[in-house]
């Protein structure tokens, strides 16, 4: 009994460790067909409006809530010792490092990377992928690598979005509707937000835009010969996507801070 | 000519292949009959290198491709097309984009040049008029004249075609089938099918070859294949009719 399961543990560690390798080969392999010729700014402009535009309305709709319920729990919490004053800057801070960067990579995973491991994944079923290869166009450099791109440009976009619009939802709600000072609303952000912070939210956005593709992508293209393995693939590639979205934020915010 | 000298493949745990020995004569129609799950699909992914053998050799005129890799392997691949079972469209393009689409990609036409070859393509596979529906709106058999299309129009000198007819009824078959011929004849490619339309494909093909047990059991010029004394190949053939 105990072998078995020792066994048993030794078997997924082993299947982890050969994935890990397996997603990271996927990855240099894609960016290495990035880099040679030809470039394919349609199907790059292609994946932008796809990752990008359409993403936005649910990007604003969850950044517009966000400021709003931050707006609402800080300015009470803030109110105990005085200091409405300062809830500009508490709402920018948490927006920016923290809160822009992983939600909206959130909700670009649901809304996008779910749909590119869909995607991805009937073409390999449907032997679309095959059909690349026997047109001697690499799939990677064709499929994979303008979804890359677009995700390293679309996520930190949406991320200033989501920035802008959620301290704009703390400002209605903490200005206009619990009556905090307008003025000291905007010059608290002023005084309270460095570079340094915003620099933060970009490495963070580019680092999770590229997760998103590369997870996505990757269990899509892997997927099982199967409609029950394309709903699996795309499951995983979702928590996947998110679970290591959060873990790397920790790491990034203990090496950024 | 391509030659296949003792490949072997295991899938999942199952042998699929068993040392398969054969050789393809080039200009001619040959045609790979055998059981469901058989393997003959897997076999001809291994031509175009799809699949690498675990063991055993690949050769096309002359070069071992199993081995090669990236723009080695895709030098060989320029010489190919292949016709997949679900004819393999871009559900996202149109029946006019999937034919253009190797034109576009690999030969950088002007865009006269694409609609002229593409829109003859067309005509040649009885799409005229076509051009502008999505797979999804086609019939099956539509989808594999268009697949056919899509591989005939880089006029490539070897056809790999998966079960062409699966899923039609015998009229399309036919239509098909007549098809595959009048192109082979036009343009001399090598035709290697795989299919189970046993006794349409004697009629059709230069030769069979029949793989059972992971193995070639027998290849022979078709009349030839017709008259094997091999009980098992003769009761193969016998349901099959």
Known sequence: ?257 | MIKLVGVEKTLGGQPVLCGVDLTIPAGKLTTIIGRSGGGKSVLLKHMIGLLQPDRGQVWVDGIEISRLRGKALNEVRKRFAMLFQGAALFDSLTVFENVAFPLREKLRLADAEVVRRVEGMLEQVGLSGMGHKFPAELSGGMKKRAGLARALVMEPEIILFDEPTTGLDPLMAKTIHDLIVATHRTFHFTAIMVSHEIPEIFSISDWVAMLKDGKIAAMAPSAEFQRTTDPAIREFIAIGA
């Not at chain 1, 402009?45 to 517009?64: C, D, E, M, N, P």
Request: glycine fraction near 10%; hydrophobic fraction near 55%.
């Open chain 1, 1 to 257: 009994m105990l072998t078995r399961s020792v066994a048993r543990i030794g078997r997924t560690t082993l299947f982890l460790i050969a994935e890990m390798g397996r997603m990271l080969l996927f990855m240099l392999a894609t960016f290495a067909w990035l880099a040679r010729p030809p470039l394919r700014p349609f199907q790059i402009l292609k994946q932008l409006h796809f990752i990008g535009f359409k993403s936005t309305f649910v990007v604003v709709l969850t950044a517009a809530f966000t400021g709003m319920v931050l707006g609402l729990q800080i300015y009470y919490t803030l109110r105990k010792f005085g200091s409405e004053g300062v809830l500009g800057s508490v709402v920018a801070l948490s927006m920016i490092r923290e809160l822009g960067p992983v939600l909206a990579a959130l909700m670009v995973t649901a809304r996008a990377g779910s749909a590119m491991t869909a995607e991805i994944g009937i073409m390999r079923i449907t032997e679309q992928i095959d059909a690349l290869d026997t047109m001697a166009i690499n799939p990677l450099q064709y499929l994979i690598a303008p979804k890359f791109v677009a995700g390293l440009i679309a996520v930190p976009l949406l991320v200033a979005v989501f920035d802008v619009v959620g301290i704009y939802g703390g400002y209605v709600v903490g200005v206009s509707l619990l009556g905090a000072n307008a003025g000291s609303y905007w010059s608290s952000i002023e005084s309270a937000v460095e570079w340094k912070d915003v620099y933060g939210g970009i490495v963070k956005s580019i680092s999770f835009g590229l997760i998103v593709s590369w997870v996505c992508c990757y269990k899509g293209y892997f997927t099982r010969m199967s409609a029950e393995g394309l709903g699996t693939a795309t499951t995983e590639a979702v928590v996947l996507s998110s679970v290591v979205i959060l873990v790397w934020d920790y790491f990034l915010t203990s090496v950024l801070l």
